[in-house]
């Protein structure tokens, strides 16, 4: 069995959501539900695209905020958790990627 | 000169005309009287036929119900059923109230409230104030203070007090006097369109001021996805409608008490905004 870090995130299809500023604001059309992240959740919510695993994610994320590698990766797998876990984000074993 | 001897006549609301046909003749005068500031001559985009039923029905509650069928819009209540056809743009509704005039009001802006939304344009629960040509929009939650806004604003004319309906007109974002009102009984409403100077996003306090919101925080109190048919589509086009208004229109949290104040705090706000920009 992969692990998360393994796993490719990728955005539930019935949520529509942008990315303004740097930050995510989520919409649940048939929740009513809006949810807004922080830069780094939004950047992470903008990379899981269901072509990139977590890890690689978790790698991006350090490069680009004052963080180290293993801390950027503990962090986003529970971001990914608790985002699955709300239903916001899929979690697929292969990743998709492009041709 | 030719007698017109139809009962119908054509109404235009945010550009978009519709011609109301009507069987009963007391009702179509009441009618042409009530919405005779958004009259027009234009071709119909939209025909909708109204039925006046007798009624003895006692209101208990004025509740409707709205659902979809296929590309069907279907209103009812206890004093009413109606329905639209979005692909054909034609309507029917059967009135059988005590208060007819109000339930054709309501229907109306159900209808038109989709159709506006359906064809690239926002509609908001909101109020508008028009002071110096320039359109101020207050929205919030039932009970916010929209209609007292619009109250502490007199002499300035109002749009409405309840329902704002928002284009994208050669660039600019401009905002329509609507006939449909909530809490206020206004006759008729001003048939006219204004660019939105700012959207204010009501909270009742103890005191008054102004906390310009950054575009993430505007867009979340502003974003209201309607139930109707478009799904996920329609909610991504309906947030690019809103980013895109809130890329040319700022947006502020106005803490507000029933005090006409607000008015001084939002003329300061963008005087600082235009001599800050010189």
């Keep these: ?99 | 000169m030719l007698l017109n001897l139809s009962r119908e006549t054509t109404i235009e609301v945010a550009g978009i005309s519709a011609c109301l046909r009507l069987n009963e003749e007391a009702f179509f005068h009441e009618v042409k009287k009530s919405y005779q500031m958004f009259r027009s001559d234009n071709p119909p985009d939209m025909i909708v036929d109204i039925d006046i039923k007798p009624s003895s029905y006692n209101r208990k509650d004025d509740a409707f119900k709205i659902s979809f069928f296929k590309d069907k819009l279907v209103i009812a209540s206890d004093e009413f059923s109606g329905y639209f056809d979005l692909t054909e743009l034609k309507g029917k509704v059967e009135i059988y109230s005590k208060w007819p005039l109000e339930i054709l009001g309501n229907f109306l802006r159900n209808i038109y409230s989709v159709y506006i939304i359906n064809s690239g344009g926002i509609v908001l629960h909101a109020s508008g104030v028009v002071k110096d040509d320039e359109a101020y929009i207050f929205f919030g939650p039932s009970g916010s203070g929209k209609s007292t806004v619009v109250e502490l604003s007199m002499p300035h004319i109002a749009l409405s007090d309840d329902l704002i309906v928002i284009k994208r007109v050669n660039g600019r974002y401009k905002s329509f006097g609507i006939p449909y009102w909530g809490n206020i009984n206004r006759n008729s409403g001003i048939n006219a369109s204004f660019e939105i100077k700012g959207l204010f996003n009501l909270v009742k306090d103890d005191h008054v001021y102004l906390e310009r919101l950054a575009r993430t925080r505007a867009l979340a109190e502003i974003i209201a996805i309607p139930d109707i048919p478009g799904g996920i589509p329609l909610a991504h086009r309906l947030l690019d409608r809103y980013i895109g208004l809130l890329n040319h229109v700022p947006c502020y949290k106005m803490h507000f008490l029933r005090s006409s104040t607000f008015w001084r705090c939002i003329d300061e706000e963008f005087a600082r905004d235009v001599s800050v920009k010189a």
């Design chain 1, 1 to 99: 069995m992969k692990s998360l870090l393994e796993m490719c995130p990728s955005r539930h299809s019935r949520l529509a959501s942008r990315i303004i500023d740097g930050e995510a604001v989520i919409v649940s059309p048939t929740e009513g539900v809006i949810t807004i992240l922080n830069r780094v959740g939004s950047r992470i919510w903008g990379l899981s695209d269901g072509k990139k695993s977590l890890k690689d994610i978790a790698d991006i994320i350090s490069g680009e905020f004052e963080v180290t590698r293993e801390t950027a990766r503990c962090d986003a797998q529970e971001f990914i958790k608790d985002l699955s876990g709300k239903g916001m984000i899929k979690l697929a074993g292969t990743c998709h990627c492009e041709a």
